[in-house]
């Protein structure tokens, strides 16, 4: 049995993964930059780094091989307006939908048929669209899922804040 091709889409997810939840949580923080003057942290990984990068307002830290799990904070989130917190809840999603859905449709043949594409732009772009449509969805990730156990999901964020849920606690998007 040659279990090559496992180790590779193995490693292949290990590394496309992390890519694809840093690039979701700067667009939560791209939204709370441009509607807010407040800091605002990215971080891959349930732990922050111990080496983080700062540029202007935003602090980034980021650890390695942590699949899925990511956050974005912003400094005085619970004294933004309902409306401010639901689109930075959705634009995390919507950057997501969007570079994957660009991924998948924007490039021509001549992209398409690499190698290179064929190894990172296409799976990349799937499992963007995959995270854009899990994170949408209006639930409650369930306890044993790590990292997000009992957290609202962007979707159900921003539901509750647009319709005037101001009394729910704000998370982390």
């Known amino acids: 049995m040659n279990i090559g091709p496992l180790i590779f889409y193995l490693t292949l997810f290990l590394v496309l993964a992390p890519l694809g939840t840093i690039v979701h949580e700067l667009g939560h923080a791209a939204a709370a930059l441009v509607l807010t003057r407040e800091k605002v942290r990215v971080q891959l ?18 650890r390695l091989f942590t699949g899925f799990v990511g956050y974005c904070k912003w400094e005085g989130a619970t ?11 959705i634009a995390g999603p919507l950057t997501s939908l969007a570079l994957g859905l660009g991924l998948l449709l924007l490039p021509g043949p001549a992209v398409t048929e690499t ?20 994170t949408l969805l209006p639930i409650t990730y369930p306890k044993a899922l790590r990292g997000y156990g009992g957290r609202p999901s962007d979707g159900l964020q ?3 804040w647009a319709f005037g849920k101001t009394d729910d606690p704000v998370r982390t998007v």
Do not use: H
């Open 79 to 89: 004294t933004n307006s309902p409306a401010k917190r639901t689109i930075v809840a």
């Open 45 to 62: 990984g349930t732990k922050p780094a111990k080496r983080q990068l700062r540029v202007g307002r935003l602090l980034v830290s980021l």
């Open 115 to 134: 190698r290179l594409w064929a190894f990172t732009g296409g799976p990349l772009g799937w499992l963007l669209l995959i995270q854009s449509a899990v």
């Open 158 to 160: 921003a539901l509750r």
